[in-house]
């Protein structure tokens, strides 16, 4: 019995979500954090009793670290995870996986070739209360599933967020900050995308901040702030899908999927809990199905990830899926600019739901292999 040892390279606000959870987790032992600013990977460590922190050189050249945890900023997530590959050691990513289908590309073609795994965010999907809807609909509650519709509108983060110029800047917007964690929901339901289409608006040019020491600041709107998307699936399906910063009245955490049987009711993509809610043809009323499962949060990922490395099993939340869905998304940006479909070219495998008892918390007997050393 072993416990995988996990390095982070960030140790900004989102790491206080992970290692809020990792630290706990028995089958992984967070031995370093690393940041740019040394000050504030020291007060991490300190924080969360983790016994080393320094450089990103340092965190690489440990032979006890076998993932390391990229939580840098998106438009380094290639650089940074190309030198973790190079390190000999596999990686656990934020969204998105790269900013452009390239250096996606790249990196998995890196780690494979060097035998190591990539995983990504979002880990949400692996939360007890998609995971709880995944199985319903794998069983056949709602049939076959044909179409999907989801909803994200709110009026948008400028109104509470108190520095939200780069939720407005390029590479971001609802679609890319947003967007990754209905996507991931929608492969892991029809499986890979074929075509997109979309149209997209920006409801204003400049924004103002509206909360904390800078609100009445204004700052410019570089990307669309309302995405409308129609994805078709390889194997027939399809799904209607608005990511908006532009509504007055807020609904978020909208998906519905629909198949030849019934419509089932997910809960929010972007939690890791909450029940489903299933309608039936020829079925007065609707069931709730309460949520099943983990619901611990950020890091449950990276354990999925050390027990499939052990088990020699292919990851969740894979490196694959994060590219595909990179895909998709790039796609309906640019079906939004050009006003003409896009093919999507690239697959990924969807996978099995996890058993409803599954626990990131639990201790599991893990064997470390040749390249986790």
């Given at each position: 019995?072993?416990?995988?040892?996990?390095?982070?390279?960030?140790?900004?606000?989102?790491a206080?979500?992970?290692?809020?959870?990792?630290?706990?987790?028995?089958?992984?032992?967070v031995?370093?954090?690393?940041?740019?600013?040394?000050?504030?990977?020291a007060?991490?460590?300190s924080?969360?009793?983790v016994?080393?922190?320094?450089?990103?050189?340092?965190?690489?050249?440990?032979?006890?670290?076998?993932?390391v945890?990229n939580?840098?900023?998106?438009?380094?997530?290639a650089?940074v995870?190309?030198?973790?590959?190079?390190a000999?050691?596999h990686?656990w990513?934020?969204?998105p996986?790269?900013?452009?289908?390239?250096?996606?590309?790249?990196?998995?073609r890196?780690?494979?070739?060097?035998?190591?795994?990539?995983?990504?965010?979002?880990?949400?999907?692996?939360?007890?209360?998609?995971?709880?809807?995944?199985?319903?609909?794998?069983?056949?509650?709602?049939?076959?599933?044909?179409?999907?519709?989801?909803?994200?509108?709110?009026?948008?983060?400028?109104?509470?967020?108190p520095?939200?110029?780069?939720?407005?800047?390029?590479?971001?917007?609802?679609?890319?900050?947003i967007?990754?964690?209905?996507?991931?929901t929608?492969?892991?339901?029809?499986?890979?995308?074929?075509?997109?289409?979309?149209v997209?608006?920006?409801?204003?040019?400049v924004?103002?901040?509206?909360?904390?020491?800078?609100?009445?600041t204004?700052f410019?709107?570089?990307?669309?702030?309302?995405?409308?998307?129609?994805?078709?699936?390889?194997?027939?399906?399809?799904?209607?899908?608005?990511?908006?910063?532009?509504?007055?009245?807020?609904r978020?955490?909208?998906?519905?999927?629909?198949?030849?049987?019934?419509?089932?009711?997910?809960?929010?993509?972007?939690?890791f809990?909450?029940?489903?809610?299933?309608?039936?043809?020829?079925?007065?009323?609707?069931?709730?199905?309460?949520?099943?499962?983990s619901?611990?949060?950020?890091?449950?990922?990276?354990v999925?990830?050390?027990?499939?490395?052990s088990?020699?099993?292919?990851?969740?939340?894979?490196?694959?899926?994060?590219?595909?869905?990179?895909?998709?998304?790039?796609?309906?940006?640019?079906?939004?600019?050009?006003?003409?479909?896009?093919?999507?070219?690239?697959?990924?495998?969807r996978?099995?739901?996890?058993?409803?008892?599954?626990?990131?918390s639990?201790?599991?007997?893990?064997?470390?292999?040749?390249?986790?050393?």
């Amino acid at each position: 019995m072993t416990r995988y040892g996990v390095g982070i390279i960030g140790a900004g606000n989102i790491a206080t979500q992970y290692l809020d959870n990792l630290t706990q987790f028995e089958d992984v032992d967070v031995l370093f954090i690393a940041d740019l600013q040394l000050d504030r990977a020291a007060a991490r460590a300190s924080q969360y009793n983790v016994p080393h922190y320094g450089t990103v050189d340092q965190l690489l050249a440990r032979d006890d670290i076998q993932i390391v945890v990229n939580l840098t900023i998106p438009a380094v997530h290639a650089e940074v995870s190309q030198q973790i590959i190079a390190a000999g050691k596999h990686i656990w990513s934020e969204k998105p996986i790269a900013t452009d289908q390239e250096s996606a590309a790249d990196l998995l073609r890196a780690a494979d070739a060097a035998g190591l795994r990539v995983a990504c965010a979002p880990d949400t999907v692996l939360g007890g209360g998609i995971q709880t809807a995944l199985r319903a609909i794998a069983r056949g509650d709602i049939g076959e599933p044909l179409t999907a519709s989801t909803m994200f509108h709110v009026p948008g983060p400028d109104k509470w967020h108190p520095d939200p110029e780069f939720l407005y800047a390029q590479g971001a917007g609802p679609l890319f900050d947003i967007g990754p964690y209905y996507i991931t929901t929608l492969v892991n339901v029809f499986g890979s995308a074929s075509k997109v289409h979309a149209v997209a608006s920006q409801a204003t040019k400049v924004r103002t901040i509206g909360s904390g020491p800078r609100a009445g600041t204004r700052f410019d709107v570089e990307v669309p702030t309302h995405h409308a998307a129609l994805i078709e699936f390889e194997g027939g399906g399809s799904a209607q899908s608005t990511l908006s910063f532009e509504h007055a009245f807020a609904r978020e955490g909208v998906v519905e999927i629909n198949g030849t049987e019934g419509t089932l009711i997910l809960p929010d993509p972007n939690v890791f809990d909450g029940d489903s809610t299933l309608w039936r043809f020829g079925q007065e009323g609707a069931s709730v199905i309460p949520c099943e499962g983990s619901t611990w949060g950020r890091g449950t990922g990276v354990v999925e990830l050390a027990r499939a490395i052990s088990a020699g099993e292919p990851e969740r939340a894979s490196g694959a899926i994060a590219a595909h869905v990179l895909d998709i998304l790039i796609g309906i940006d640019e079906a939004a600019t050009t006003g003409a479909p896009v093919t999507i070219s690239s697959r990924a495998q969807r996978m099995p739901p996890l058993p409803a008892a599954w626990d990131p918390s639990a201790r599991t007997e893990l064997a470390v292999g040749p390249n986790d050393r």
